[in-house]
């Protein structure tokens, strides 16, 4: 079955600095990434889409210069959180489309805590 | 307002018995409804696609329906097991965006008893 793995697992970061999240398609090639946040008991929350070689479309209320995606593969995109605050902190998870079909599967996600 | 809800409230029940969840959603026009089961500290595993034409759907032990009249889903497991323990979110996509953008309800916790 399609795989989507992200790395890393969990991260720990300092308020003010910036951590890279990898998100890739294992077995398949994706034109399309989608980006989620999920805090404590709420729901997944869409963040941007992100379409390979071109660049991330942004839901309403997600800054753009703050969350930064590159798609630069078909099996690779990667969300760069830059000057992270506490509030930042969640649980970030990434799902990916493969060319031949329209079922998202999605990734383990990501714990980011910044402290 | 667009709205997607799901009971809060965990759910539990005996080994054996019949699970059923809710999804009832509001302003939205789905051409498709999904459910997703998310363990602790995971992202989610689809489970089943339903869509709009479409009345009920089987995989094994589960079952969903759909009433786009009522704007509803019910998501269904006979049979029930310990290990079918954890959230289930539903999912839909906002009808006018294209097939592949979810929006998703906060998930119902389902605890299974020996």
């Known amino acids: 079955g399609a795989v989507v793995s992200q790395h890393p697992s969990w991260v720990i970061c300092k308020s003010g600095t910036s951590v890279k999240i990898e998100c890739r398609s294992l077995d398949f090639q994706a034109t399309t990434m989608f980006w989620y946040r999920q805090f404590p008991k709420q729901s997944l929350m869409l963040m941007a889409t992100s379409n390979e070689g071109s660049k991330a479309t942004y839901e309403q209320g997600v800054e753009k210069d703050k969350f930064l995606i590159n798609h630069a593969s078909l099996t690779l995109s990667t969300l760069t959180v830059t000057s992270a605050h506490p509030e930042d902190s969640s649980f970030y998870i990434c799902?990916?489309?493969?060319?031949?079909?329209?079922?998202?599967?999605f990734g383990p996600g990501t714990r980011l805590t910044v402290l | 307002s667009q709205k997607i809800e799901q009971n809060s409230e965990a759910l539990n029940i005996q080994e054996g018995k019949t699970a059923t969840l809710t999804c009832n959603y509001t302003n939205y026009s789905p051409a498709y409804l999904q459910w997703y089961r998310q363990d602790p500290g995971r992202g989610p595993v689809f489970l089943l696609l339903?869509?709009?034409?479409?009345k009920e759907k089987r995989k094994e032990r589960l079952k969903v329906t759909f009433d786009t009249t009522l704007k509803q889903s019910l998501f269904h497991i006979t049979a029930s097991q310990p290990a079918d323990s954890a959230t289930y979110l539903c999912?839909?996509?906002?009808?006018?965006?294209?097939?592949?953008?979810?929006?998703f309800g906060t998930g119902t916790r389902l605890l299974v008893s020996p």
């Open positions: 339903i869509r709009e034409n479409e």
């Open positions: 999912a839909l996509d906002e009808g006018n965006t294209g097939f592949q953008k979810l929006v």
């Open positions: 799902s990916a489309i493969p060319l031949t079909d329209n079922e998202q599967f």
